[in-house]
């Protein structure tokens, strides 16, 4: 069974400091990706970062890094230079890519960043 | 230039009542979805749409049932409204077969059963 799993359902970060958001799977299958979403409070649901399961080097997008570590089975989120703007519930997620599931993502509970000035 | 849109934003009804909600993407993907996000934000797959086929069903109450026009769309329609699908439903597509690519997301439709 697949499963994603976020231990931090809050965090609070300072202005312009890095912080790093938890996100741990669970798969037997040997294919997959791993995805950051971000959500405001707006609603949304934002694109941050992918990781591909075969991938040798670590996502990094801007601000946003991803810290894949295979054999932890981990995927952190990493935001350097935290801003105001950040404060959202972030969403860890997991793609099996072969199969029937077709695509579908297994979400993590979330965990709801503030950032405070 | 929205690429996934639905309608609508919100929906506010009474239990019993039937009701949809619209869909559609013009990213030319192949593969469409329905999330449901509940109370304490966590989302799970219902269904899933490749070429107007239905792929996945999970577990979900018969009262609701996709549609799919064709592959730019995909409806939900919901009979019988009960007060626990109170909740954010979010259509979502993809082009399958290409591995590194997210899933866009619609804005959501956030549906309150009274």
């Known amino acids: 069974a697949q499963k994603i799993t976020q231990t931090q359902p809050g965090m609070f970060v300072q202005e312009k400091e890095a912080v790093t958001l938890d996100c741990t799977y669970d798969?037997?299958?040997?294919?997959?990706?791993l995805f950051w979403y971000k959500q405001p409070s707006s609603g949304e649901m934002i694109f941050l970062i992918y990781?591909?399961?075969?991938?040798?080097q670590n996502a990094t997008e801007g601000r946003y890094s991803l810290n894949f570590q295979k054999a932890r089975k981990s995927a952190n989120l990493v935001i350097s230079a935290s801003q105001l703007g950040d404060s959202a519930m972030y969403f860890c997620?997991?793609?099996?890519?072969?199969?029937?599931?077709?695509?579908?993502?297994?979400f993590g509970r979330g965990t709801q960043l503030t950032v405070w000035p | 230039d929205t690429a996934v849109s639905q309608t609508p934003k919100y929906l506010v009804t009474q239990m019993g009542n039937d009701k949809s909600i619209k869909c559609e993407q013009n990213?030319?993907?192949?593969?469409m979805y329905w999330y449901k996000q509940d109370s304490k934000k966590f989302l799970k797959i219902m269904f899933s749409?490749?070429?107007?086929?239905?792929?996945i069903n999970e577990t979900v109450p018969n009262r609701f049932s996709p549609k799919s026009p064709d592959k730019a769309h995909l409806n939900l329609h919901i009979n019988s409204l009960e007060l626990g699908d109170s909740a954010v439903y979010f259509c979502?597509?993809?082009?399958?077969?290409?591995?590194?690519?997210?899933?866009?997301f619609g804005p959501g439709t956030r549906l309150t059963v009274l």
């Open positions: 997620a997991m793609r099996i890519d072969r199969g029937s599931t077709l695509g579908r993502l297994y």
């Open positions: 749409y490749n070429n107007k086929e239905l792929i």
């Open positions: 798969t037997s299958d040997p294919s997959y990706g």
């Open positions: 990213l030319g993907h192949d593969t």
């Open positions: 979502a597509s993809r082009q399958s077969g290409v591995s590194g690519n997210e899933q866009f």
């Open positions: 990781q591909g399961s075969y991938d040798q």
